[in-house]
């Protein structure tokens, strides 16, 4: 009888949510929206920036250079440039991210073992694109001085090679697709649980249901599984997205980082519970999420800035951040490929968060009106 | 043992005194009304009985069970109807019904004689989610959900409010036949002339008490001889009625006037007389008082003291 009670209130639930096109969308379809806009939109990677030339030698190797830059898929050349004035000019209009200056007599000093001399001017009103911008274009031209200095005459020198280990192409869908994974599951089981839970104390139809003999854990329980299946739902929806559109590779065992998820779904329930114990009305409830989940993880996460970046006090904030013990541990998992033993902290942290949550909650649920 | 028994309870808001040392007793298989103003206190003390709130001071019990110590036990024998409209808006008639009955423990089949007399005028909107029913319907949804898992004891606050008259009568019958099943009813109301409806009423004023009794006992409680006046537009005169030297009291009273009195020889042709005299044609009945004239008495009693 008490089984049947509770699955009476669990596909009650899950009319309410299936009858509200609003909560419809905002479960299934916005997660969809929202990967696809910070995958193409907010993208941080370097495709095909416009660079322009301004060439003092116009001989071959410096001709060389050019198509060698233009065809490494990082540049696009928008043309050569006539004098050092037209520089600002190609800025100012947008034309250029990039302006590589070519000194004279290029391919001779090159060929003569002397120092060839070039520059490299961005536009770093956006400093992190100019900084990479010019960082690529840097090591497009050292590796091909390289070939061409005083060739055929073998030299010692020190030659600098940097990797990006783990993400070599420096693509963004390595850091929004962990994110807005994070991001979504945040708002879906805590912010979606913790509304759906004071909506039935608005409604007034939690004093009917306080009155029943249903006891408060299966009240919350019920109130919650409709929303653990649709984090799942989303976590999958997520992760196919990450390989098919953004080609985002799985490195890490899948099983684990089904796991990792799950503690994390747990843990975001339990603060949505934890919300909806301390706010009586839905609008309360709703701008609590705002602020004690959505901008902390956005923010303090480490998903847009890195948390190594940021001023002391806010790196110490950030360790009480549910979401940031996610992403790292999403991170380690997902794209460094490595197992349990080096998420241990996360998982830890995690469990302790939840545990506190959980207990927290029950302290705090009113099986009265006050 | 008395159905609910309620013994020197007070409540406070902070400042605010909701209820101040009530004492009531209902008996088992009545229906007992509670009649206030709005901000009387009812909501308050049915939310204790009803184990949702805790008193400060004395208790209450129902079914002989404490409703601040044995809660759990209570909860689930109690039928509640709170004054809001707390069905789910985005469910049916019958799926509203299946799930207070489901959370209970019971099912629509099971206690379908409890609740034929309602249902069989929601029949016919049974695939209609709830929030797009009118009030009446509402209520009577609410009704049926609150009885399905058949309560020993039936709390309903303001089920009247907000619901059209013939709805209003309806919901008095079905409350009758509900009583005539043997389920003790506690029915709060704003409105006077429902008191009538019930075995024996509290009257409530700012968190107080100050009468128990049936409506017949009330009405005998009047102090004084009274009169009802017929004249059209007999409002324009009623300042200057009261200001008569036998007038104790005057006031409206659906379209005619009541007009009470403490000489108990003054006659209805008297009383004709006098009025004409000040030009007021009009036709003038010695009457019992009601109920609602000791309950109009009393009020005012009480906000002269």
């Known amino acids: 009888m008490a089984q ?27 997660p969809v929206i929202q990967l696809l806009i910070f995958g193409f939109v907010i993208s941080s990677e370097i495709k095909n920036a416009d660079y322009a030339v301004l060439d003092y030698s116009h001989d071959y190797l410096s001709k060389q250079l050019v198509q060698r830059i233009s065809s490494s898929g990082y540049f696009n050349l928008k043309g050569y440039l006539n004098s050092f004035k037209e520089i600002e000019k190609a800025f100012k209009n947008g034309d250029a991210k990039l302006v590589l200056v070519i000194g004279s007599h290029f391919d001779r000093k090159l060929q003569n073992n002397r120092y060839a001399e070039y520059q490299i001017i961005t536009d770093a009103s956006d400093p992190n694109t100019a900084n990479i911008l010019a960082s690529y274009a840097q090591s497009i031209i050292n590796s091909f001085t390289a070939e061409h200095h005083a060739a055929g005459q073998p030299r010692a020198r020190v030659n600098i090679q940097s990797r990006m280990l783990y993400n070599e192409e420096m693509k963004s869908a390595f850091m929004f697709v962990p994110g807005t994974m994070v991001l979504i599951l945040m708002l879906v089981t805590a912010m979606m649980t913790s509304i759906s839970i004071t909506r039935e104390k608005e409604l007034g139809t939690m004093e009917v249901l306080l009155i029943s ?11 919650v599984i409709p929303y653990i299946g649709i984090a799942f739902t989303n976590v999958t929806v997520i992760i196919l997205m990450g390989i098919t559109i953004f080609h985002l590779p799985i490195r890490g065992n899948l099983l684990l980082l089904v796991g990792v998820s799950s503690l994390f779904i747990l843990l975001a329930l339990s603060l949505g519970i934890l919300i909806s114990t301390l706010s009586s009305s839905q609008a309360v409830a709703m701008f609590m999420s705002m602020f004690a989940l959505m901008l902390p993880t956005i923010l303090l996460s480490g998903f847009i800035f890195p948390i190594e970046n940021m001023p002391q006090l806010l790196q110490w904030l950030s360790l009480i951040m549910p979401p940031r013990w996610f992403l790292s541990a999403l ?3 997902m794209i460094k490929g490595q197992g349990l033993q080096y998420v241990l902290k996360e998982v830890l942290v995690m469990l302790l968060m939840t545990t506190i949550f959980i207990i927290l909650s029950i302290k705090k649920f009113k099986v009265r009106l006050e | 043992m008395p159905a609910i028994q309620i013994t020197n309870l007070s409540k406070a808001y902070g400042e605010v005194k909701a ?3 009530i004492n009531l007793s209902v008996n088992g298989g009545e229906l007992f009304g509670l009649i206030g103003p709005d901000g009387a206190g009812k909501t308050t003390l049915i939310r204790i009985i009803t184990t949702l709130l805790l008193p400060d001071s004395g208790c209450a019990t129902v079914l002989g069970l404490d409703t601040r110590h044995d809660y759990k036990k209570l909860r689930g024998l109690i039928g509640y109807m709170p004054a809001v409209f707390s069905l789910y808006s985005d469910l049916n008639v019958e799926e509203n019904l299946n799930f207070f009955a489901g959370v209970f423990g019971t099912s629509v089949r099971e206690n379908y004689d409890l609740i034929k007399g309602i249902y069989h005028m929601l029949e016919p909107f049974k695939h209609r989610p709830a929030g797009k029913l009118s009030g009446g319907m509402k209520q ?3 009704l049926s959900c609150a009885l399905i898992h058949r309560p020993k004891v039936l709390i309903l606050d303001e089920p009247t409010t907000g619901v059209d008259a013939v709805s209003r009568m309806e919901l008095w019958d079905l409350l009758h036949e509900i009583k005539d099943k043997g389920i003790t009813t506690f029915v709060s109301t704003a409105y006077m002339d429902e008191a009538k409806q019930c075995d024996r009423v509290a009257l409530i004023q700012k968190g107080k008490i100050f009468g128990v009794n049936s409506p017949n006992g009330f009405a005998q409680m009047f ?4 009169f009802a006046v017929y004249s059209s537009n007999i409002w324009l005169h009623l300042e200057s009625i009261r200001q008569m030297v036998v007038c104790e009291t005057a006031y409206m009273f659906g379209n005619k006037l009541h007009f009470a009195t403490n ?12 009025l004409l005299s000040m030009g007021i044609d009009a036709q003038v009945d010695e009457i019992e008082a009601g109920i609602e004239d000791y309950f109009i008495y009393q009020l005012s009693e009480k906000s002269r003291s």
């Open chain 2, 19 to 21: 209820l101040s040392d």
């Open chain 1, 4 to 30: 049947g009670r509770f699955l009476n209130f669990v596909s009650k639930e899950f009319k309410h949510i299936l009858r509200d096109t609003r909560t419809l969308l905002i479960v299934l379809v916005m």
């Open chain 2, 140 to 142: 009577k949804l609410a």
């Open chain 1, 331 to 333: 991170k380690t998992i």
């Open chain 2, 263 to 274: 000489s108990f020889d003054l006659r209805a042709e008297n009383l004709r007389e006098s």
């Open chain 1, 213 to 223: 003999p249903l006891k408060p854990w299966q009240i919350v329980l019920g109130k």
């Open chain 2, 223 to 226: 102090p004084y001889k009274l």
